[in-house]
């Protein structure tokens, strides 16, 4: 909570040293970790949704 509160404090002072070069790079950077995260996310649901299918699986082949 507190590093929320500081980075909201000094945005414009942050906005002004980075640029908008500076601010298009970071935009970039944290929505690529955002779509990892997500991605990362729907991986391990789908892992979970089939591990029942796989035990079956396993079953019906006798391993």
């Given at each position: 909570m507190l590093v929320t509160y500081l980075s909201l404090?000094?945005?414009k002072p942050i906005l002004r040293k980075m640029g908008k070069q500076g601010?298009?790079?970071?935009?970039?950077?944290?929505?690529?970790?955002?779509?990892?995260?997500g991605m990362g996310l729907i991986f391990n649901g789908a892992v979970e949704f089939l591990e029942p299918y796989r035990q079956v699986a396993r079953v019906a082949a006798g391993v």
């Open positions: 404090i000094y945005a601010i298009d790079a970071a935009t970039r950077i944290v929505g690529f970790f955002v779509a990892a995260m």
